[in-house]
Structure formats: C-alpha cells, structure tokens
Nanobody
Framework: QVQLVESGGGSVQAGGSLRLSCAAS????????MGWFRQPPGKERELVAA????????YADSVKGRFTISRDNAKNWVINLQMASLKPEDTAVYYC???????????WGQGTQVTVSS
C-alpha cells in the first residue's frame, strides 16, 4: 500500500503563484510515475503534470510554461508542483497520483483545493 499526503494549495488572485507538494510512503519501490490531476467544478478529472522514475516530465497543454513539476530526490517520492501565472480556469481540486506500472495500480491523495480569483 502507498499513502499520499498532499500539502499546499489555497486561494490566490490571478497572476499569482502556489506550490503543491505530495509525499508518498509505504510501498514506494514499485511507483513508476507520480503526478497531479485536477478536477474543476462540474468537469472530469484531467492530468496536469507527471514525472517518471527516470525524470521525464509531461504537462497538459493548458499549463505548459506556467507549471513545473519536480521531484525532491531519486530515493524518495516527494513531488512538487510549482504553479505560476495562475488563471481563474486553474481553479480545481488537485489530486496527487502514484502509478505502479507493474501492477496497473493507481493511488490517489485526498485532494487539495486551489482557487484563483480574477
């Protein structure tokens, strides 16, 4: 089992910045990719950014150039999402995700609210 603990989030005005962090614990050895998804009100959950065990990153087109995903080090799965130039459309509940390719398994955090006001 893997537990994901998220921190960060909150409310900010458009153009501002926020930082999200997610720490994985438990059976982290099998994690292949970690990332952030978000679910705006009334919409489906969507991928925001992800980082693989090899350090490769992937971003949604809507956040490219504004958001940066990083990992603290190669031993521990602690990831960060630095969000800049925030827009009202970035408002959503953000969920941390850990994917175990070997088992086809996803773990999810509890979610953290990000609200961007215009």
């Amino acid at each position: 089992q893997v537990q994901l603990v998220e921190s960060g989030g909150g409310s900010v005005q458009a153009g501002g910045s926020l930082r999200l962090s997610c720490a994985a614990s438990g059976s982290i050895f099998s994690i292949t990719v970690m990332g952030w998804f978000r679910q705006p009100p009334g919409k489906e959950r969507e991928l925001v950014a992800a980082i693989s065990s090899g350090g490769s990153t992937n971003y949604a087109d809507s956040v490219k150039g504004r958001f940066t995903i990083s990992r603290d080090n190669a031993k521990n799965w602690v990831i960060n999402l630095q969000m800049a130039s925030l827009k009202p459309e970035d408002t959503a509940v953000y969920y941390c995700n850990a994917y175990h390719e070997q088992y086809g398994l996803n773990n999810w955090g509890q979610g953290t609210q990000v609200t961007v006001s215009s």
